[in-house]
């Protein structure tokens, strides 16, 4: 089952989907965000995520990279003490250095989106290999879904979901690029 279908009347799911999930954001801040989450969500699900995430935006200053790209050890043991959120000591060092190589990328490409639209469009094993390289803590999936989640590659929606064409009306960054350049 779709994602699309699932979520329908989900008190968290259902939000996520309808109002973010796919639609693409030049924000730094909310694209870090979403990288931050797919992170935490490894090993987890989706909904654990969706129920923590008020709370992981408090304990993380609203995401702002260059607040936690400042974080030391105190912030580290401070999040670690935080029962609201997901206490695993690399997840928050993987944030903390996220947001630290952001600092740097943003400041050659001008912003997180920017970075993104230069190397667009890739394959997703293309894809992994970068944020690899630019980043801790990734893998395929954490890769796969923040992209589908910002717009970058495609598969977030059917083409049935009642939101596929108000996203496409959006022109994420996928559709600038015939389907088959996102295939394997």
Request: net charge neutral; glycine share 4%; hydrophobic share 35%.
């Given at each position: 089952?779709?994602?699309?279908?699932s979520?329908?009347?989900?008190?968290?799911?259902?939000?996520?989907?309808?109002?973010?999930?796919?639609?693409?954001?030049?924000?730094?801040?909310?694209?870090?965000?979403?990288?931050?989450?797919?992170?935490?969500?490894?090993?987890?699900?989706?909904?654990?995520?969706?129920?923590?995430?008020?709370?992981?935006?408090?304990a993380?200053?609203?995401?702002?990279i260059?607040?936690?790209?400042?974080?030391?050890?105190?912030?580290?043991?401070?999040?670690?003490?935080n029962?609201?959120?997901?206490?695993?000591?690399?997840?928050?060092?993987?944030?903390?250095?996220?947001?630290?190589?952001?600092?740097?990328?943003?400041?050659?490409?001008?912003?997180?989106?920017?970075?993104?639209?230069?190397?667009?469009?890739?394959?997703?094993?293309?894809?992994?290999?970068?944020?690899?390289?630019?980043?801790?803590?990734?893998?395929?999936?954490?890769?796969?879904?923040?992209?589908?989640?910002?717009?970058?590659?495609?598969?977030?929606?059917?083409?049935?979901?009642?939101?596929?064409?108000?996203?496409?009306?959006?022109?994420?960054?996928?559709?600038?690029?015939?389907?088959?350049?996102?295939?394997?």
């Open positions: 089952m779709h994602y699309c279908d979520s329908k009347n989900h008190p968290f799911h259902g939000p996520y989907h309808d109002l973010e999930y796919g639609i693409p954001t030049r924000d730094d801040n909310e694209l870090f965000e979403l990288l931050m989450l797919e992170i935490n969500q490894a090993g987890l699900s989706w909904l654990t995520i969706l129920k923590k995430r008020q709370a992981f935006k408090e993380f200053d609203g995401f702002d260059n607040t936690v790209a400042q974080y030391g050890e105190k912030d580290i043991q401070r999040l670690l003490n029962p609201a959120i997901i206490r695993n000591r690399l997840k928050i060092k993987a944030a903390i250095k996220n947001a630290q190589s952001l600092q740097k990328l943003i400041e050659t490409h001008g912003s997180f989106a920017n970075l993104l639209d230069s190397e667009h469009p890739k394959k997703l094993p293309d894809w992994v290999k970068w944020f690899k390289k630019q980043f801790f803590f990734m893998g395929p999936e954490i890769v796969n879904e923040f992209l589908m989640s910002s717009g970058y590659l495609p598969g977030a929606h059917h083409s049935q979901c009642p939101l596929y064409e108000k996203i496409l009306a959006l022109k994420p960054p996928w559709t600038m690029h015939d389907l088959k350049t996102y295939s394997l």
